[in-house]
């Protein structure tokens, strides 16, 4: 049935798009923290 | 009077009188309310028997967007003069002024209630076909609810960026289930079907307001410090 | 600890793909709505995570309140013991006032739950952590909460026709994701340092409204009542079993992804008290 695989589907979605932002967001501070090293050496 | 007591009165009277020099919250609340039912009244017959099921929704919705009208500013003049400071190092127990700005956006939104409801009878065509006389709990206690809350989280969004967006934001969430039994128990006493009764909004009504009259003293204090 | 994680990752994924073949394969068909009924493997797990998070994030918002003053604090440790030991006791006192399915172990084993995952959070975790705990636990409980209410849907579509019902359950989570929603942008257009307080202080008001919406929807419908998503009733054993394995899966998942998250949270914080520590100690080059 295609209203289960879609159902199935849209919660792996929802799950992957939020883990996306929460590695975007680190590797965002870590070029930030890259930066400020650099910056300070 | 006790000290507490006078507080609560004078900030009150002060409240008042300000308000009613300037009559800034009541014109705005006013039109606002007026405009909301004759916008609504493009949407549905007012005149038709199922006018009658809708109403009560209709009523309290203007009377909550009314509200949060006159509860953005609550906190606005407190803001602009240091109130709240010199309020945050007086000895002055922090409920009092909670208490004052409440019970001032209460007869505030009592007022507009007051001066709305012939309105909405006139254009509504609206009769009461049950107990009318239960409406009154359900707009004391339902005004309260929605008075009570909107005044900590007017308090609550004081340093939040887009504070008037803030307030209705915090507030409708929290307020659904007061709404519902303003909602219902308006619509059950309109309606007037005998098999229903109002009693377990009403009762549910003052449950609600007990637990968040009682959350908000007990919290404000700690909101009032934050800021 | 580092380490631990890719292992959890690993162990996890493993767990999810078999519950995923459980649900998909091994769990009976079901007799009226037929295969669409398997959303059920993942919509109720999920709600049941997210109520679990939110009441972690409850107990969490609590405690940041309470132990800004070791006199409130000592206070809140007795009156969470009390609680604990009323419903111990209670349910066993007043049996005959119990709703229906509901046994007196069930009321217990909550209300002991409830007691030590309060004090496991004061052990593990430090004044500041606990806003970070809370934090998190809003996050990754409104995420699983979307997925109730779009799982929803897309299970009513086929069995009943429409993509929404205003039934108690759906309009309570509905609420419920607008209260956490509403919790989250205070935390993100709060300006002001004490903002942690604030939230806290929004999340034990949203924690409260709770019960107030569930029985206030509940009452609604009994006068209005309207299809109910997911039926209620009795469940084929086989079934329960799919649905617990489902669960602690996801609870795994959940539990990794708070830890990343609560990582994040973690991490950025100590940049920004570098950051603060260093425009303080040398403002002139912080302000090149």
Not at chain 3, 8 to 34: I, K
Request: glycine share 4%; net charge positive.
């Amino acid at each position: 049935m295609t209203y289960l695989y879609t159902a199935y589907a849209a919660t792996w979605a929802i799950h992957v798009v939020y883990l996306v932002t929460v590695v975007r967001r680190y590797s965002q501070l870590k070029k930030e923290v890259d930066e400020l090293n650099r910056k300070k050496s | 009077m006790s000290a507490p007591q006078g507080i609560t009165l004078a900030t009150l009277t002060k409240d008042i009188r300000l308000e009613w020099r300037s009559k800034d919250a009541i014109n705005s609340m006013l039109f606002f309310a007026l405009l909301v039912v004759v916008v609504f009244s493009f949407s549905f017959d007012p005149v038709a028997e199922e006018s009658r099921q809708i109403a009560g929704g209709l009523v309290w919705v203007a009377f909550l967007f009314a509200a949060v009208v006159a509860l953005n500013q609550t906190w606005a003049r407190e803001l602009r003069n240091q109130v709240l400071d010199a309020y945050r190092v007086s000895p002055a127990p922090e409920n009092s002024l909670f208490l004052a700005k409440a019970l001032g956006n209460f007869i505030f939104v009592g007022v507009l209630e007051l001066l709305m409801t012939p309105l909405f009878i006139v254009f509504y065509k609206l009769r009461a076909l049950g107990p009318a006389w239960q409406l009154i709990p359900v707009a004391i206690l339902g005004t309260w609810a929605i008075v009570v809350n909107g005044t900590f989280f007017a308090a609550m969004s004081l340093r939040t960026r887009s504070r008037e967006i803030m307030l209705p934001l915090l507030l409708f969430p929290i307020t659904i289930p007061a709404l519902l039994s303003m909602v219902e128990a308006t619509t059950t006493i309109l309606v007037g079907d005998p098999s229903t009764s109002a009693k377990f909004w009403i009762v549910l009504l003052a449950t609600y307001d007990v637990v968040f009259t009682t959350g908000c003293l007990a919290l404000f204090g700690t909101v009032l410090h934050a800021e | 600890m580092k380490k631990a994680f890719p292992i959890l990752g690993l162990l996890t994924a493993v767990l999810l793909s078999y519950a995923l073949y459980e649900a998909l394969v091994v769990a009976p068909t079901e007799q009226t709505m037929g295969d669409v009924q398997r959303i059920f493997y993942y919509h109720v797990p999920s709600a049941w995570t997210a109520f679990l998070l939110f009441f972690l994030n409850f107990l969490a918002s609590v405690q940041y309140l309470v132990r800004r003053d070791p006199k409130t604090d000592a206070i809140a440790n007795w009156v969470v013991i009390a609680l604990g030991v009323l419903t111990c006791i209670a349910p066993y006192a007043f049996r005959n006032l119990l709703p229906v399915g509901v046994y007196p172990s069930s009321v217990v084993t909550t209300g002991i739950a409830f007691v030590g995952l309060y004090f496991l959070i004061h052990k593990l975790f430090s004044e500041q952590q606990t806003d970070m705990l809370a934090l998190t636990t809003a996050e990754v409980g409104v995420v699983f909460c979307t997925v109730v209410l779009v799982t929803g849907p897309i299970w009513a579509r086929p069995v009943w026709g429409i993509w929404w019902t205003w039934d108690v359950r759906l309009t309570s989570t509905l609420v419920l994701w607008l209260i956490y929603v509403s919790y989250l942008v205070l935390r993100r257009f709060s300006s002001s340092g004490q903002t942690p307080v604030l939230a806290a202080a929004l999340a034990v008001f949203g924690a409260l409204d709770v019960p107030l919406v569930y029985f206030s929807i509940w009452f609604f419908r009994t006068q209005h009542p309207q299809p109910v998503i997911g039926g209620g009733g009795a469940i084929d054993p086989r079934m329960l079993h799919v649905l617990l394995i489902n669960w602690l899966a996801f609870l795994c998942f959940a539990f990794l992804v708070c830890w990343s998250r609560y990582r994040l949270e973690r991490a950025k914080r100590e940049v920004d008290e570098t950051l603060a520590l260093e425009a303080l100690l040398e403002p002139r080059s912080a302000l090149r």
